[in-house]
T-cell receptor, first 116, second 113 residues
Framework: DGGITQSPKYLFRKEGQNVTLSCEQNLNHDAMYWYRQDPGQGLRLIYYSQIVNDFQKGDIAEGYSVSREKKESFPLTVTSAQKNPTAFYLC???????????????FGEGSRLTVL | AQSVTQLDSQVPVFEEAPVELRCNYSSSVSVYLFWYVQYPNQGLQLLLK??????LVKGINGFEAEFNKSQTSFHLRKPSVHISDTAEYFC???????????FGTGTRLQVFP
């Protein structure tokens, strides 16, 4: 079945460690996104990519990094510079950017990161 | 800049009762509108979307929403809820001028037996 796979589902990290969250899609979508979800704050955009080898910062990019070497993959690294990394992270993809009629987002099941 | 307001953070309701989840956005110029649902510890999935045409949009699981341009609203409704509708619901607006999708802060629907 086509969809988005995020791994791991749960992750624990010590302060000062970097961690990489995986996101793979087989929907043949050009655009991919990373969101952070905290209780009562909705979804906040971290990074997005509309094409391979190109990505842009979202609203809360500080302390995060991404790469887009393949169309199917958009991993997110949470670095030690991120002050408050404990959160639920969601990866999404869309056929076109959100401004178009095919901009509907398809989401993975999320990765919950806890910093100890 | 475009913004989305979901007026109720939580909505408790009894099973088989009707429900309305409210969503307002800041500008009706060149937007597409969406409602997404999130079940516990899962990602979001699309309930319904308004692109153009009829202002009443029907979605999955018996939900519908009405686009009201003059009031810049896109409220979600269901005439009779089930226990399984317990989830968090997000309204989202895509700004066609900026290519950005803006999410509201979510409404937690809790259905009681």
């Amino acid at each position: 079945d086509g969809g988005i796979t995020q791994s791991p589902k749960y992750l624990f990290r010590k302060e000062g460690q970097n961690v990489t969250l995986s996101c793979e899609q087989n929907l043949n979508h050009d655009a991919m996104y990373w969101y952070r979800q905290d209780p009562g704050q909705g979804l906040r955009l971290i990074y997005y990519s509309q094409i391979v080898n190109d990505f842009q910062k979202g609203d809360i990019a500080e302390g995060y990094s991404v790469s887009r070497e393949k169309k199917e993959s958009f991993p997110l690294t949470v670095t030690s510079a991120q002050k408050n990394p404990t959160a639920f992270y969601l990866c999404a993809s869309s056929m076109t950017p959100p401004g178009g009629p095919d901009g509907e987002l398809f989401f993975g099941e999320g990765s919950r990161l806890t910093v100890l | 800049a475009q913004s989305v307001t979901q007026l109720d953070s939580q909505v408790p309701v009894f099973e088989e009762a009707p429900v309305e989840l409210r969503c307002n956005y800041s500008s009706s110029v060149s937007v597409y509108l969406f409602w997404y649902v999130q079940y516990p510890n899962q990602g979001l999935q699309l309930l319904l979307k308004y692109l153009s045409g009829s202002t009443l949009v029907k979605g999955i699981n018996g939900f519908e929403a009405e686009f009201n341009k003059s009031q810049t609203s896109f409220h979600l409704r269901k005439p009779s809820v089930h226990i399984s509708d317990t989830a968090e619901y997000f309204c989202a607006v895509s700004d066609r001028n900026t290519d950005k999708l803006i999410f509201g802060t979510g409404t937690r629907l809790q259905v009681f037996p």
